[in-house]
């Protein structure tokens, strides 16, 4: 085992491989025998389990009937009857919230008395298990016994809480390092897990609560305090601790999720975003939430560009429809407003949304009419979920972006269709263990280039913006909080193509601090400020 061990560690110093050699002394010297019971020897098998439960019926089947079975290592004995309701290969979202996994040795502990309110704990958590809630005076009393809560900043008539969902964290520690706290003492503090078990009962309560409208008309989704107020629609995923890629997409969700179709390449997304049988992707309360289907590697760009031009051809046959009725001269005069209002925010998917909804309660009235504008809107409503602009997405790593796809996604840009493209920019094939890739920075050690890369990384962004209608923006989440947030609106909002290159520290860096804030929360800052070569500051500690 030494011998393995000096194999393994010798190039990282002597140090290190001693400290391998004590462990390895000690557990030769630290065995101890377990007596194991006798009556062990009768035990029978343990048929007992829990069932899931849940408002949504389709969701619950699934988690009960599939994915609790797979999870225990039972799903060769599934019949196929058991996966007819899904044999189209669509499953119900949500259903990663019932694993509750408990990995952690450590979790956040909220301490109030030192918080300022400014939900940079939750806008940074990879994996949505630390979230603020805003709660009325009779869900505070209704609330578990040892919730916690302070008057909101804003908005005194409400009350504030941040809850972690301990089954769910990773114990990354980003939320604790990035919290600013008050007079030199953090709001947030990593404390074992045993300690933090009942925490787990509070978040359950505040999740199942009602977003307040009136913390949202306060806090505005185009800020970073006010985002974190909206439902994460990414959650509970299996990602490494501390992974920058489901914090970028994660936000995305909270801005976009209720009406967003997304194009998953394969990689880590597609394993974190996908993996069988359960998904983190998630639905609000009305049951809107992501669609999103992986594709191969090579042709995820042309597979987005798919969902946004079939989203394309339906719209139009659906408004030439309304726009029927409107020249009609047989719909009321309120009917005529709400269509025009469709028509006025077609291209803005936010605004839209709520033009579609009020537009769909007109078209029913209309419908009951034996007149032609009466047919058109029996028509129109038979695809009424096609009705409302849709957020196209497209997200993958560097390997499909900057390499195996890229053909595909310049195809897609040069189109001006209005789409949405989110480079997790890793700088090396992470899925597959760390290879090189034309977004690793020259000298960047990683496999298949193990004395340094001998060339530059490949320059996507200006590539993109030379066709002069793409919208390009970089982005380091942990280097600027606003300048991210504010590109990803930017983009969405922009009526055309757009490409967001987010810089994604990753666990195959090998470097200490190099997930997103573990270590050091000025480290990705530092790189940034150093021309963007992604080099990691060592800072001085202090005396």
Not at 251 to 261: A, D, E, P, S, V
Request: glycine share 10%; net charge neutral; aromatic share 8%.
């Amino acid at each position: 085992m030494k011998e393995a061990a000096k194999k393994s560690y010798g190039r990282k110093g002597e140090k290190i491989v001693n400290m391998n050699y004590e462990a390895i002394d000690r557990g030769a010297q630290d065995v101890k025998k377990v007596e194991i019971p006798s009556e062990w020897k009768n035990a029978g098998e343990d048929e007992s389990k829990a069932q899931a439960s849940g408002d949504n019926k389709c969701l619950v089947d699934y988690v009960n009937n599939v994915l609790k079975p797979v999870n225990a290592y039972k799903g060769n004995d599934l019949p196929v009857s058991a996966f007819l309701n899904y044999a189209d290969g669509a499953v119900p979202n949500g259903s990663a919230a019932y694993e509750k996994r408990g990995i952690a040795v450590d979790v956040p502990e909220w301490k109030p008395e030192n918080c300022i309110q400014c939900n940079f704990c939750s806008f940074v958590c990879p994996h949505a298990v630390i979230r603020s809630f805003g709660i009325n005076d009779e869900e505070a009393q209704n609330a578990p016994a040892e919730l916690k809560y302070i008057n909101m900043t804003g908005l005194p008539e409400m009350k504030f809480a941040i809850a972690v969902s301990t089954l769910d964290c990773t114990g990354c520690g980003a939320c604790a390092m990035i919290c600013p706290g008050k007079k030199g003492e953090k709001a947030l503090v990593m404390s074992p897990i045993d300690t933090q078990m009942k925490k787990q009962v509070e978040f359950d309560y505040l999740r199942t609560l009602p977003i307040k409208e009136e913390v949202l008309n306060k806090f505005r989704d185009t800020t970073v305090k006010g985002s974190q107020f909206r439902q994460p629609l990414l959650e509970f995923s299996g990602a490494c601790g501390g992974c920058a890629e489901t914090t970028y997409a994660k936000l995305i969700t909270q801005l976009y999720g209720n009406r967003m179709y997304l194009a998953n390449a394969t990689g880590c997304s597609s394993i974190w975003g996908g993996s069988a049988p359960s998904t983190p992707y998630a639905a609000d309360e009305n049951g809107h939430g992501v669609a999103w289907a992986n594709s191969l590697f090579e042709d995820n760009a042309e597979f987005g560009l798919g969902m946004a031009l079939a989203q394309k051809a339906n719209r139009d046959r659906l408004k030439s429809y309304v726009e029927k009725i409107l020249d009609s001269g047989e719909a009321s005069e309120d009917t005529c407003e709400s269509i025009k209002n469709y028509l006025n925010t077609f291209n803005d998917s936010k605004l839209n949304k709520k033009a579609t909804e009020d537009m769909v309660k007109k078209l029913e009235k209309v419908a009951e009419c034996e007149c032609e504008g009466g047919e058109l809107a029996r028509k129109t409503l038979k695809n009424k979920d096609m009705l409302s602009k849709k957020s196209i997405w497209m997200m993958g790593g560097d390997g499909w972006s900057y390499d195996i796809g890229y053909g595909g996604l310049d195809h897609v840009l040069a189109s001006g269709e209005d789409v949405n493209v989110f480079v997790f920019d890793t700088e090396v094939y992470s899925n597959t263990g760390g290879q090189s890739s034309k977004a690793s920075p020259m000298g960047s050690v990683a496999q298949f280039a193990a004395k340094g890369k001998a060339l530059k990384k490949k320059d996507l962004g200006a590539m993109a913006r030379n066709y002069g209608y793409v919208y390009v923006a970089q982005v380091a989440i942990g280097a600027d909080f606003n300048q991210c947030l504010k590109a990803i609106i930017e983009a969405e909002s922009y009526n055309g193509p757009s490409l967001i290159i987010g810089y994604s520290p990753c666990i195959n860096h090998g470097i200490k601090g190099c997930l997103l804030y573990t270590s050091d929360a000025a480290d990705e800052e530092d790189s940034v400020d150093l021309g963007g070569r992604r080099i990691i500051k060592k800072k001085k500690k202090k005396k």
